[in-house]
């Protein structure tokens, strides 16, 4: 009986290892078929890749819609969806389906924009794969921004709008009742709405008076050079603007145009965008920002949009 127990058990053992085997052999052999698909898209567009590729799996959110405030994840794929339609996909199709995901460092990087165009930057190639065909693909720039497509071409080349215009036409956000009040404050009572939110722990109202753009960028800062991801979980110190900040009160303000900070600005009418200087006592959650006792001068730009004005982030230059 007890030669009979341990000869299954070994019978058990053995089929058990050969079914990992095959599982082992089968990942083996997606993974080959995955790249070959990759290389005979990418090489259509002249790219290369530049590195070892990351390959994970992902789950493309059912609904992209995000209350204002709230994680922006839906906005990550919504944009990376309007790049992907420049190569002939649309990851509207995809929306509650789990995909393979093929990332990997670009040969040689691209160039920066404007006065950064001298300068090349790290771009990574994201390409998502479904049963074994291409389902979307498009650049990381800079590894952590969104575009451009894989055919060097930006939001607004193939969706006709700048980000700060489309977004709103994308229909992403909707609105918050953390927003109801907001909506009607000219900037300096966003800023200070903000820090009371800041103070007061209140995350969602914080989150809510920050800007697209902030939102869009808190999704991928500080993803380090070699992620296994698209973009963070969720909010932290190392991505979040809110989350960074212990404590603020703003004691001073003065608006500026922005294209010529030293012209101080009194009416609002018809702008779309201000800079604000600031005096602050300001405590941050990373010590080596803690430099001073005493309040200290910070800059913003303040950005005039559908659900009222709303913060793009704190400098400390104009």
């Known amino acids: 009986m007890r030669n009979l ?3 299954q058990a070994l019978l058990t053992a053995s089929v058990m290892v050969v079914v990992l085997a095959l599982g082992m052999l089968a990942g083996e052999g997606r993974a080959a078929r995955d790249h070959e698909a990759v290389e005979k898209f990418l090489a259509a567009y002249g790219l290369e890749p ?13 609904s992209w819609e995000v209350e204002y405030g709230e994680y922006p994840e839906g906005l990550y794929w919504a944009l990376a969806s309007e790049f992907s339609r420049d190569a002939g996909l649309d990851l509207e199709v ?33 390409v998502l ?23 060097g071409r930006s939001l607004e080349d193939v969706a006709g709008l ?7 036409q994308s229909g992403v956000f909707v609105d918050s009742p953390a927003n109801a009040d907001l909506a009607e404050m000219d900037p300096a009572g966003v800023l200070e709405a ?33 992620p296994a991801c698209l973009y963070h979980s969720g909010w932290s110190i190392y991505n979040s603007l809110v989350e960074n900040i212990v404590s603020g009160e703003m004691t001073g303000i003065r608006l500026y145009d922005p294209d010529a900070p030293a012209e101080t600005i009194t009416d609002l009418t ?25 309040p200290e001068t910070r800059f913003a730009i303040m950005e005039r949009t559908p659900f009222g004005w709303k913060l793009g982030g704190l400098g400390t230059g104009p």
Not at 50 to 62: D, L, M, N, T, Y
Not at 162 to 168: A, D, G, I, L, S
Not at 277 to 286: A, Y
């Open 50 to 62: 530049g590195g070892e590729p990351r390959a994970f799996g992902v789950v493309v959110p059912a």
């Open 270 to 294: 018809g702008l779309a965008r201000v800079g604000a200087e600031m005096r602050l006592h300001v405590r941050w959650r990373e010590p080596a920002f803690n430099q001073r006792e005493g």
């Open 162 to 168: 700048p980000f700060e215009e489309w977004v709103w």
């Open 94 to 126: 995809l929306k509650g389906e789990r995909v393979r995901v093929w990332r990997a460092p670009l040969e040689g990087g691209l160039p920066g924009k404007g006065e950064q165009s001298q300068f090349t930057y790290l771009t990574d190639i994201v």
């Open 129 to 151: 794969l479904k049963d074994g065909k291409i389902a979307g693909a498009w650049l990381q720039f800079n590894v952590m921004e969104v575009g451009p497509s894989v055919g």
């Open 194 to 226: 903000f820090f009371a939110a800041v103070n007061a722990g209140d995350r969602t109202r914080a989150h809510v008076c920050l800007t697209p753009g902030e939102l869009l960028r808190s999704l991928t800062a500080n993803l380090g050079p070699d």
């Open 5 to 7: 127990k341990l000869g």
